[in-house]
């Protein structure tokens, strides 16, 4: 039995009070590190915070990290320990189906000599939305490609709205089993990799392989590695986790009532929401409104008249 640890590039408050409630009362997980990539002051002095708080969270640091994704490669050195299997989460993962962890370290184990990575079925991932559409029981409206970077799936904060909003109603349901799509090979493609797990092992025999300097970490680790290695990535299609939004989503996404709902359904963090947790970001700087506003009229697009995400005709309601 490998000890399990879940790394995640920290960090925002508005995300980490949400995430931490299924990390820390979850007894399967030993340690979570905070990979210190913060943008701002006040993020790093609240991961500081909580990390004085639990003893389960230890804080990785690096010198002259930007908290952008080009930092983020510098940090899987630090997840190489052999006796260790690894959760990579993005910090605004905003549920987690109960059993995830240990159904997806039972499948690894078993299918270590052919997967190198493994991740559940995760709401908001533009390849697990093209998955949704065609092997689920909801109905995705718009046409969706099998790319990380599909013009619906990653850009639209109207989709990533909708999709959400039937998901939290197949929670309400307690009807998960509508979005059971099986166990799917992962080759020769990009995948967002919001939530996966890996070997310690595979990343101290050759961290310049596993991850080397300079690349895309997400497109090396997702695609490129597995058809270096011959052993591809493995979507556990029973098991299900939540992703809140990519860039493109966000600033629209904040606005929304989405975030609170995620937070009533932990029992930790639903205290703990903030009205001003539902509020978009305080700008910082005239180059992130102007890089925001540029996001929301050039990629995104008008609003959709109608819902993009339904139920499939003759799925019962709870």
């Known amino acids: 039995m490998h000890k399990i640890v879940v790394v995640t590039p920290a960090g925002r408050k508005r995300y980490l009070e949400l995430l931490k409630g299924y990390i820390l009362d979850n007894d399967f997980v030993s340690e979570w590190h905070l990979w210190d990539n913060c943008r701002h002051k006040s993020d790093r002095d609240y991961i500081e915070s909580v990390a004085r708080d639990h003893a389960k969270i230890r804080i990785v640091r690096l010198d002259h990290t930007d908290g952008t994704n080009k930092s983020v490669n510098l940090f899987y050195k630090f997840a190489a320990d052999e006796d260790k299997f690894y959760f990579k989460l ?5 549920y987690i189906q109960p059993g995830t962890f240990e159904r997806l370290y039972e499948f690894a184990v078993a299918t270590k000599d052919r997967y190198i990575w493994w991740s559940p079925l995760v709401i908001n991932n533009p390849i697990c939305s093209w998955i949704i559409k065609h092997q689920s ?6 046409a969706l490609s099998a790319q990380a970077s599909d013009s619906i799936g990653w850009r639209s904060p109207y989709f990533a709205h909708d999709l959400h909003l039937v998901f939290l109603e197949i929670l309400r349901r307690n009807q998960l089993s509508l979005l059971d799509v099986g166990t799917i090979e992962i080759s020769a493609s990009r995948f967002s990799i919001n939530f996966i797990g890996f070997f310690g092992t595979d990343v101290k025999s050759d961290i ?3 991850c080397p300097p300079l690349v895309d970490d997400e497109d090396w680790i997702s695609a490129v590695l597995p058809m270096k290695l011959k052993r591809y990535g493995a979507l556990v299609g029973d098991r299900v986790v939540s992703h809140f939004s990519f860039y493109t989503q966000e600033r629209y996404m904040v606005k929304s009532q989405i975030l609170k709902n995620y937070y009533q359904l932990s029992p930790r963090s639903a205290k703990l929401y903030k009205d001003e947790f539902s509020k978009a970001d305080k700008i910082k700087s005239w180059q992130s409104f102007l890089r925001a506003l540029l996001v929301q009229r050039l990629l995104v697009g008008p609003k959709p008249k109608t819902p993009l995400v339904t139920f499939k005709a003759g799925t019962t309601h709870g």
Do not use: Q, S, T
Request: net charge negative; glycine share 8%.
């Open 90 to 94: 993005d910090d605004d993962i905003v």
């Open 137 to 142: 029981k909801l109905h995705i409206a718009p």
């Open 208 to 210: 310049g392989l596993f």
